[in-house]
């Protein structure tokens, strides 16, 4: 910690070294794409500068001295290599693979070790403007590896328009046990936009890659509206996520080598959705036998599904049909009495529902209650 103090004291100090300084404000807001990254890999850095007295003609340069000073000596004439690039609204962006950047190892970006962050001020090019001493935020992910779940995002809850890493730990997925090539197959809004994974087409293959990160790790990296705003298919309809899109939900399951094995369906709650409660599906009455009215009902359905299938197979016999609702309340009656009348010796009944985007919805033994 002295060491970070003693770093910003001499930063701040600067300004009294150089003639006419001017104090530009604070960055609003730093981010990075991709979210997470290893530091031998490229990433970009986003630095959103409206609050600022930068203009967005003027040149901007990064004084950086984490985890080392590449710069170091040129306050007053900075590099080009310290140059970032204008990408509209006074946004910067800064392209890096940080272990060359810095000309250090990966080693020295170790938190134990005693690496901070990557502190920094913003500049112009003779050093005559200075924006506050700021610190590129760094994801912390490596707890991932030991903390024995299958799925995760950073952030947790992803913007239509910002970028999200989601990342897989084979360990944890049936099927997946020493996998080398794993794609994404996903969707906006329960797949109402797809951009699926097609194993006969290249440019598919390479869209839905996910980046091996190793010890079984890999991740998928994607701005919402970018991945989805264009669409890699054979589909000759096809829908895709244009500027007005309400992003509510990413849905997606991951698959090993042209569908050898696949996760279920997953799904990230978009960050400005309301996150819908989980459904509910009952029946009625909880014991039941073959001489009642057997009663189905599932409430908050997901967007899109307004249709129960049903299949109730009892000994030999096979009853199918469906009930119609909204995403409020689907709901219906099947009268056993009359459907299994003249049949005996039956102890339960299996029950199969299925919605009308073909995904089950249960498959479960009813045992049936023996009447006198």
């Keep these: 910690m002295k060491r970070i103090i003693i770093n910003i004291l001499i930063f701040a100090c600067l300004p009294l070294m150089v003639a006419a300084q001017e104090e530009a404000g604070e960055t609003a807001r730093i981010w990075s794409h ?3 990254y290893n530091y031998d890999e490229p990433v970009s850095w986003f630095f959103d500068l409206g609050d600022t007295s930068f203009q967005e003609e003027e040149g901007v340069y990064i004084w ?10 040129n306050w007053e004439n900075s590099s080009e290599f310290a140059k970032l690039t204008h990408v509209g609204n006074k946004i ?3 392209d890096l693979i940080p272990t060359e950047y810095f000309g250090v190892g990966i080693e020295a970006f170790d938190p134990i070790a005693g690496f901070p962050g990557f502190w920094h001020r913003l500049k112009n090019h003779d050093g005559t403007k200075q924006g506050s001493v700021s610190t590129v935020p760094v994801t912390p992910w490596q ?7 299958m799925i995760t995002s950073f952030p947790e809850r992803p913007s239509f328009n910002e ?15 020493g996998a080398e090539n794993i794609f994404m197959h996903g969707g906006l809004n329960n797949w ?22 190793g010890n079984g790790i890999f991740k998928m990296d994607l701005i919402p509206s970018e991945y989805f705003g264009s669409i890699v ?8 996520a244009d500027a007005e ?12 080598d042209e569908w050898a094995a696949t996760t279920p369906d997953q799904i990230l709650h978009a960050a400005a959705a309301v996150i819908p409660p989980d459904p509910i599906l009952s029946f009625y009455p909880l014991r039941i036998s073959q001489k009642d009215i057997l009663g189905i009902w599932r409430k908050h359905n997901e967007r899109g599904v307004n249709t129960l299938n049903y299949k109730i197979t009892a000994g030999e016999k096979v009853i199918e049909g469906q009930f119609t609702g909204d995403t409020q309340i689907i709901k219906g009656f099947v009268n056993l009495a009359d459907e299994l009348k003249g049949l005996s010796n039956l102890s339960q009944i299996r029950i199969v529902l299925t919605d009308n985007n073909d995904r089950e919805v249960i498959d479960t033994n009813i045992p049936l209650v023996t009447l006198d």
């Design 163 to 177: 970028p999200v890493s989601i990342l897989i730990n084979t360990n944890h997925a049936a099927g997946f046990e």
């Design 245 to 256: 899109y309400e992003m509510e939900n990413i849905t997606f399951l991951f698959v090993r």
């Design 64 to 73: 950086i001295w984490e985890p080392s000073e590449p710069d170091a000596g």
């Design 143 to 149: 707890d991932f590896l030991t903390a024995g779940t």
């Design 34 to 36: 991709p979210v997470v």
């Design 233 to 240: 298919t054979e589909d000759a309809e096809y829908k895709v």
């Design 192 to 213: 109402d936009v797809v951009q699926g994974y097609h194993a006969w087409m290249p440019a598919a293959i390479e869209k839905t890659r996910l980046k091996n990160m």
């Design 92 to 94: 910067w962006r800064l």
